[in-house]
T-cell receptor
Framework: AQSVTQLDSQVPVFEEAPVELRCNYS??????LFWYVQYPNQGLQLLLK??????LVKGINGFEAEFNKSQTSFHLRKPSVHISDTAEYFC????????????FGPGTRLSVLP | DAGVIQSPRHEVTEMGQEVTLRCKPI?????LFWYRQTMMRGLELLIY????????DSGMPEDRFSAKMPNASFSTLKIQPSEPRDSAVYFC??????????????FGPGTRLTVL
């Protein structure tokens, strides 16, 4: 069965510092990977996605992620965070078996400190 | 496009009452998903539809929950009777599949349900 692991439930970081949010998945077929962000009291919105092609994917708000097939990972990075990046971040995966039905990770709460 | 529309945004009701949550997906999308989010359980998929047909309702907690999609532009999630443990934020999301590719789900703003 497909699964997504986000090892860090909470990540505190100081403003302007770099951050990496980890995501690992399990799937035996071709995967499609997504990162979503949820700001307080809002719905989820897409940050970036990997469907095929270049393994380095750039998204909105300066975020990027790298698909690593051998390590079954899709970690999210930002070189310099802002207070406004404080939010919950969800990794999601699907594959040719699951189709449009994504499996979401448990989320990582990023807190950016002044 | 206005995005996924959900109503109401907030609902406060008393235990035992019927609650109906509504969702209008993005025009042209053929998939619709209902999720529930709580602090304890995170984001849970309740049910999803493809072309108005329920595909997987294994996430629906119990018979008190039901969902319908009478047409491509409207879906409801009903809880009858409601219980305090149903208090959560309920999200609707929609997506479109084409050419064998899987595309992102677009989420609505959610309905915050409080059952007293």
């Amino acid at each position: 069965a497909q699964s997504v692991t986000q090892l860090d439930s909470q990540v505190p970081v100081f403003e302007e510092a770099p951050v990496e949010l980890r995501c690992n998945y399990s799937s035996s077929v071709s995967v499609y990977l997504f990162w979503y962000v949820q700001y307080p009291n809002q719905g989820l919105q897409l940050l970036l996605k990997y469907l095929s092609g270049s393994t380095l994917v750039k998204g909105i708000n300066g975020f990027e992620a790298e698909f690593n097939k051998s390590q079954t990972s899709f970690h999210l990075r930002k070189p310099s965070v802002h207070i406004s990046d404080t939010a919950e971040y969800f990794c999601a995966v699907t594959d040719d078996n699951y189709g449009q039905n994504f499996v979401f990770g448990p989320g990582t709460r990023l807190s950016v400190l002044p | 496009d206005a995005g996924v529309i959900q109503s109401p945004r907030h609902e406060v009701t008393e235990m035992g009452q019927e609650v109906t949550l509504r969702c209008k997906p993005i025009s042209g999308h053929d998939y619709l998903f209902w999720y529930r989010q709580t602090m304890m359980r995170g984001l849970e998929l309740l049910i999803y539809f493809n072309n108005n047909v329920p595909i997987d309702d294994s996430g629906m907690p119990e018979d008190r929950f039901s969902a319908k999609m009478p047409n491509a532009s409207f879906s409801t999630l009903k809880i009858q009777p409601s219980e305090p443990r149903d208090s959560a934020v309920y999200f609707c999301a929609s997506s479109v599949s084409w050419a064998g590719r899987y595309n992102e789900q677009f989420f609505g703003p959610g309905t915050r349900l409080t059952v007293l």
